[in-house]
């Protein structure tokens, strides 16, 4: 069992799955304290909602360093060991990353290290990328640098918006984010510099995706004869 504090600054949809995961008995795990940087996001109506004590800690004119010390009080008050970031719009100082060394987890809406940084949908279907996905890691003292821990792949269709796109990804942020927390939990996750293994889990069986789909070559096609590119009719 392990014993969360989770950092919000919005909708928290992230923390409605984990709270979903930990109520259906998938993650062995208890928040001990929700966290708003925010005042009445909904987020904070969610904890109301599920009993689960919740404070809102302002940032306004304090230093950062000042602000994160606050944030290790807080959480060591309510005897929390692993911090989880779920949508938390901060930059986060050493001061917390050394109270919580490799104890702090993020979710990152793209492939990391592809497309750090906010409004990465827009930016994925620009860019013209087939796949994109979504990253579990620890939090290191770079801006999504830390060890990756899990992550999601899904295709990026030829009329995709930033919306869309955003919206598929979510779905899988969901899922992996609760399996990141239980592999924690079940005491599994090994760090050794930038790797993190998951001791005795299953190998992702090998599969491949492509995007546009892959078609079956029963022979050598025409397309490829001398010279031609080509042209799908
Ligand atoms: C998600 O896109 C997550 O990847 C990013 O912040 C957003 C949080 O959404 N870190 P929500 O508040 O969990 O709905």
Same mark, same amino acid.
Request: one cysteine or more.
């Given at each position: 069992?392990?014993?969360?504090?989770?950092?919000?600054?919005?909708?928290?949809?992230?923390?409605?799955?984990?709270?979903?995961?930990?109520?259906?008995?998938?993650?062995?795990?208890?928040?001990?304290? +929700? @966290?708003?940087? %925010?005042?009445? $996001? /909904?987020?904070?109506?969610? !904890?109301?909602?599920?009993?689960?004590?919740?404070?809102?800690?302002?940032?306004?004119?304090?230093?950062?360093?000042?602000?994160?010390?606050?944030?290790?009080?807080?959480?060591?008050?309510?005897?929390?060991?692993?911090?989880?970031?779920?949508?938390?719009?901060?930059?986060?100082?050493?001061?917390?990353?050394?109270?919580?060394?490799?104890?702090?987890?993020?979710?990152?809406?793209?492939?990391?290290?592809?497309?750090?940084?906010?409004?990465?949908?827009?930016?994925?279907?620009?860019?013209?990328?087939?796949?994109?996905?979504?990253?579990?890691?620890?939090?290191?003292?770079?801006?999504?640098?830390?060890?990756? +821990? @899990?992550?999601? %792949?899904?295709? $990026? /269709?030829?009329?995709?918006? !930033?919306?869309?796109?955003?919206?598929?990804?979510?779905?899988?942020?969901?899922?992996?984010?609760?399996?990141?927390?239980?592999?924690?939990?079940?005491?599994?996750?090994?760090?050794?510099?930038?790797?993190?293994?998951?001791?005795?889990?299953?190998?992702?069986?090998?599969?491949?995706?492509?995007?546009?789909?892959?078609?079956?070559?029963?022979?050598?096609?025409?397309?490829?004869?001398?010279?031609?590119?080509?042209?799908?009719?």
């Amino acid at each position: 069992m392990v014993d969360l504090g989770v950092l919000v600054s919005g909708s928290g949809s992230n923390l409605q799955a984990i709270i979903d995961n930990i109520e259906k008995g998938r993650v062995d795990a208890r928040i001990k304290v +929700i @966290i708003s940087n %925010v005042p009445e $996001v /909904y987020a904070l109506e969610r !904890a109301k909602k599920h009993g689960i004590p919740s404070t809102v800690l302002p940032h306004k004119g304090l230093r950062r360093e000042d602000y994160d010390q606050r944030l290790v009080e807080a959480l060591k008050a309510k005897g929390v060991e692993l911090v989880i970031l779920a949508g938390f719009m901060r930059i986060i100082t050493p001061v917390l990353l050394r109270a919580f060394s490799m104890r702090v987890m993020n979710i990152h809406p793209a492939l990391l290290p592809s497309f750090p940084g906010t409004h990465v949908w827009q930016a994925e279907v620009d860019y013209g990328v087939k796949f994109a996905g979504c990253t579990v890691h620890f939090v290191d003292e770079g801006t999504d640098t830390g060890p990756i +821990i @899990i992550q999601a %792949v899904v295709p $990026v /269709y030829d009329d995709d918006t !930033a919306d869309t796109l955003n919206a598929r990804i979510l779905e899988q942020e969901h899922r992996i984010y609760s399996q990141a927390i239980q592999l924690y939990a079940e005491g599994r996750l090994e760090v050794h510099g930038r790797r993190v293994l998951a001791r005795d889990f299953p190998k992702a069986p090998y599969t491949s995706m492509i995007n546009p789909p892959a078609r079956i070559f029963d022979k050598v096609p025409d397309i490829w004869q001398a010279g031609r590119l080509c042209s799908w009719t």
